[in-house]
């Protein structure tokens, strides 16, 4: 869904965000990601196309595990997250994923194609797609008889009831 920039601005209520900065302390990963929540929202209030650029290509976007911190402590309740979101589908689409982001990319490409065809995380399938997508191949590999020995791998995926629903779901969206 292409928004025009007004219809952004009012979706996702750029412009009721008064830079208070809760949304940045109560993060996480603050100090992780490229751009705190503070500056995302301020980049967004400039209208700049080079800062929008910037945050698609950031990993800041890729970064955000969706916890609704910053939700839960904004005074005015921006949707943080959501505008995370449409970002990370706005990067994808116009193939503006950088290179340090490639690797968060693939993990979550990973966990989702677990979650579509078992309908729940299959470990052994998310570390395969995960690896097959970077080449990381060797890295972390003495971690995994560890696991296995712990009952931490099953070999076999343990499927849901209703895995054609999941498959519905996807298919409606652009993943």
Not at 136 to 157: E, F, I, R, S
Request: proline fraction near 4%.
């Amino acid at each position: 869904m292409e928004l025009s920039e007004q219809a952004f601005a009012e979706k996702f209520e750029l412009y009721g965000c008064y830079q208070c900065g809760k949304c940045t302390a109560g993060c996480q990963l603050a100090d992780e990601v490229d751009f705190p929540p503070s500056m995302v929202m301020h980049m967004l209030q400039t209208r700049d196309e080079e800062l929008f650029q910037q945050l698609l290509n950031s990993k800041t976007i890729w970064l955000c595990v969706s916890c609704q911190n910053c939700i839960e402590r904004c005074p005015m309740s921006i949707d943080i997250p959501q505008i995370m979101d449409y970002l990370r589908e706005k990067s994808a689409g116009e193939h503006k994923i950088n290179h340090q982001s490639r690797d968060i990319v693939a993990f979550h490409r990973a966990f989702l194609d677990s979650i579509k065809y078992t309908g729940r995380l299959y470990e052994i399938g998310l570390i395969a797609g995960y690896k097959t997508r970077t080449f990381h191949l060797t890295q972390d590999v003495k971690l995994a008889p560890k696991m296995y020995a712990k009952g931490k791998l099953p070999l076999v995926p343990e499927m849901i009831t209703g895995t054609r629903n999941i498959k519905g779901i996807f298919s409606k969206t652009k993943i």
